[in-house]
């Protein structure tokens, strides 16, 4: 009889557990769902609100990467890069790096997208996102025959990155790719039957590569081409840093090809004024001394 009160005792005790962890997986569930409709919706301090009271039931890497989400959302940039090393100093996760290299592309950093490039080619080199980031690589160096080979974006790891990163990289993205691939290659007169009334800087930059395989003598009337596109887009604001950073380059190029021609090199720091390029503006001012 003893036996059998000690064994429906025990019975009951795993029970109670059991039910207590489930109620706990539950709550947790919860807490994570309700955190992340609040991020779906824009409701930023209500997602971080919720995670605050299951902290301590998440890994640590984890928590630190939906706080750099928000704060991303926010942006607080350097709360959001604080809570990525975080979580990649905790556990050196793919998300953890790959939010450090989409990042270093939105925002034109090269040298921490190659760093953080090299670590995802060491933990992770078989995962179609590290294949991804050197095709986007290619692209960031003009190697352009390689970039051409990117068709496709690979899936999200999950909706928070899906919602932080599918304003850049999205089909728009994808197609601009492809284009300015064709471009590079030279098959501006295809292209620019493609675009529509809209893509003024690919139409823009069609002619500002074709400027780039004539003469000085004829390269103004194509350059000036450009700028009658450029000018219906606002190249020199943050939105625009990517496109902007091509156009300044190639008029850099373009530059130095000109020496002490001073007709078209006035008209040459005009155009940079525009895009607010003033240390190249300085630059070519000293060259042409």
């Known amino acids: 009889m003893k036996t059998i009160k000690i064994a429906l005792l025990t019975l009951g005790f795993i029970a109670i557990a059991l039910l207590l962890f489930i109620l706990f997986i539950f709550d947790l569930d919860y807490e994570l769902n309700l955190a992340k409709d609040h991020f779906l ?41 604080h809570y990525l090393q975080i979580a990649e100093n905790s556990n050196s996760s793919l998300e953890a790096l790959l939010n450090k290299a989409l990042y270093s592309y939105v925002e034109f950093n090269v040298d921490a997208f190659k760093e953080t490039l090299a670590k995802l080619d060491a933990l992770f080199p078989n995962d179609g996102w590290t294949l991804f980031l050197h095709q986007i690589q290619s692209q960031f160096e003009g190697l352009y025959e390689q970039s051409a080979s990117i068709q496709e974006i690979p899936p999200f790891l999950n909706l928070y990155m899906a919602r932080t990163f599918q304003e850049k990289f999205n089909i728009q993205w994808l197609n601009h790719i492809k284009i300015q691939n064709e471009i590079n290659q030279g098959n501006y007169l295809t292209i620019r039957k493609k675009l529509d009334s809209d893509s003024y800087f690919l139409l823009g930059l069609t002619y500002l590569k074709e400027a780039e395989s004539k003469p000085p003598s004829s390269a103004p009337l194509y350059l000036e081409a450009a700028f009658e596109s450029f000018q219906k887009i606002p190249l020199a604001t943050p939105l625009y840093n990517r496109e902007r950073h091509d156009v300044v380059l190639y008029l850099m190029r373009y530059a130095y090809r000109l020496k002490k021609n001073n007709k078209q090199t006035s008209q040459l720091l005009e155009w940079l004024s525009q895009l607010e390029a003033f240390d190249e503006i300085d630059s070519i001012k000293k060259l042409q001394h």
Not at 51 to 76: C, F, G, H, N, W
């Open 41 to 81: 919706k824009g409701e930023y301090q209500k997602a971080k609100a919720a995670l605050e009271p299951i902290s301590s039931s998440i890994e640590p890497a984890q928590y630190a990467l939906y706080l750099s989400y928000i704060a991303q959302a926010q942006k607080a940039k350097e709360e959001r890069n």
